[in-house]
């Protein structure tokens, strides 16, 4: 009895230690610096993991990778990447994290931090990671299936959207679009077009200078800026604020199923007057604000 005491707890201890050395994780790095010439055009792909971009010294671009592999080969998989990173360079086009064999890339995520000069545009998209990128010329075009993306200072355009995550840009010259099927939108300081869409979460834009698109599932609606062109606002359910120049000439068409309707500034009504539904000029009129929400009170200051 007691010998086969002793059988299970070995098949018990064995059982344990190979489960261990199956899910063991593994970590490693790599480093590189690749010499270009004028403007780079790189492009970042992570399946799972993080990518940084930020910027640096011209002529140089520096690339920081951090590697986890999990399971068995682990230890074997962390030295093919360290000795051979996922880089290619074609003069000032750079494409980091391309892995053809689905062997090596399997239970493997790379981390990037990435130096660039200024003078970038850039594609980066994660399968699940979060990415932050800040002070290039752009454009940008920046996509996670589940992360949250932080933006800033970006001299162009910008493209960011994610399954699952929230997203703040900040100080973009160009046009702007935002889409998260789940998560908050934060826009600040956007000098061109602005165009937001998200499933489930709020969104709210200040220092707007250009046309303004905003639509939510669900999630209120908070929008600061100029009026210097149309802006149109949606939400599905949840309320809308927006505050523009006290001096600030436009037309109104502004609609709720459930709410009410408040305007500090003074509305010449075009049509009937309703509680729920308010459509006019103001001061002789201009661009369009055009605001709806199917549930929640609408805001104008």
Known sequence: MKRNAWIVAGVI????????????????????SLEVTGRVELDVRTGSGSISVK????????????????????????????????????????????????DLRRNVSISYEIVVPANTELVAKSGSGSQSIGDIAGPVEASSGSGSLQIGSIGGNVTASTGSGSIRVEAVTGALRAETGSGSVVLEETAGDVEVETGSGSVRVHGVRGALEVSTGSGAIEAEGDLAADWR??????GIRVRIPSDAAFELR???????????????VVGKLSRKELNGTVRGGGPRLDLKTSSGSIRIR
């Open 13 to 32: 201890a064995l059982t344990a230690w190979a489960t261990g050395v199956s899910g063991a994780e593994e970590r490693g790095s790599f480093e590189r």
């Open 55 to 102: 910027t640096g010294g011209d002529g140089v671009v520096r690339i920081h990778g951090k590697i986890t592999a999990r399971k068995a080969g682990a230890a074997a998989k962390i030295g093919r990447l360290e000795a051979n990173p996922p880089i290619e360079q074609n003069g000032n086009v750079i494409s980091i994290g391309e892995i053809d064999d689905r």
């Open 233 to 238: 606002l949606n939400a599905s359910s949840g």
């Open 254 to 268: 502004a609609r709720t199923s459930s709410g009410h309707i408040d305007s500090d500034h003074p509305v010449t």
